[in-house]
């Protein structure tokens, strides 16, 4: 009978553990992104490619990443569906000067057939490197069944070589069309990818083409947060709030959709879920139909400091919430509306609006026509590219290296 005790396990008791100086996660992006395995998924042509690209040259300059600072170190940019003058094209549009620390790649080996020693033999040779980003996830993986053990057999390769290295690896990936109260469940697989991750973040936009989009950040080293981005004229993904260090966004944010709504017109009457429809069409702010009436109610005082009166009444059987903006003859005073951030709707304590009494009335109105999804595309199943050669080159190089 064969000794299987050759390895035995390796312990710590809880007093030495606790006795231990606590080491806080080491960030290349402070508060975001920590050494280890990420994901970020999206909707196809979003703009992931774009935000990474952005994120590797940044990162390489050692810049703040909005507002957040970075380590500065070798990045490299696995840009597994791009071709090298997409990329020096993007490059061209995204900075003046790109830094010869940040490479990039156009073809690699797969998991556990040649990738992970591709990776090893590079930050051999780069000693500083930071972060890897692999763009997609698709086109490293080996073909075999959507499983969750399959998931989560080639998302611990990668999980093992972020810790060896010490370096943060963030995977490219897609969402689900199909509806989800919780957006992280969109993430195309099975749970196993983001049971795998250390963070998972989903950039999904506010509405197709529209240029903003929301970031939603979980993970074990960082705090739940909700980044609002708009797209710039060079195809930057700029910040416009931060949950993190503006809270009262996510109680609040019902009185800045509500604004937005009623920008062009006068009056909405309709059912909780006919508005939350209106309001928040493919998902992106999780507002369902048992929550608008609440968080409406909460915030009667907010909506009318906006020009707004609710309220909230049953006919029929049927929950109706009736809105009616300022220019509506009960309302005569209150200035006109105009879509505000709800981080400035509060009391001169600072503290968010609550609920309160507010005068409203009943009238007719119509509502308008749904927003429709059928421009969203469905999620690219992806291929895979099996040579056994890497290209890489850097920001700097016009030539290629065999890796």
Known sequence: MSNKMNHPLITVDGRTLMDRPLEPPNFVVDTLISQGLHILAGSPKVGKSWLALWLAVTVAKGE???NMTTKQGTTLYLCLEDSVLRIQNRLFEITEDAPSSVHFCTECDLIG????????????????????????LQMVRPIHDATYANDYRDLSVLKRLADKHGIAILLIH???KEKAEDVFHRISGTTAIS??????FTLVEEKRGSGKARLTCVGRDIEYRELELERSG???WQLVSDSRTQPELLGNRIVYLLSELMRDRTEFIGTPTELSEQIDPVDVERISPKKVSRQILQNLDALRK????AVVRRSN???LIELQRAESDDTQGVPAVDPVDPAIVKHSTGGAERAGDADSSLWEGKQSLRPTLSDLAPPETGGFRAEARTHCVDSSSTSFASG
């Open 234 to 236: 060079d195809n930057v």
């Open 317 to 319: 059987g049927r929950r």
């Open 174 to 176: 897609h969402l689900r």
């Open 195 to 200: 049971g795998a991750v250390d963070s998972s």
């Open 64 to 66: 703040p990443v909005w």
């Open 306 to 309: 906006i020009g707004i009166s």
């Open 113 to 136: 057939q040649g990738l992970g020693e591709q990776v090893d033999a590079f930050v051999a040779a780069h000693p500083d490197t930071v972060l890897v980003i692999i763009d997609t």
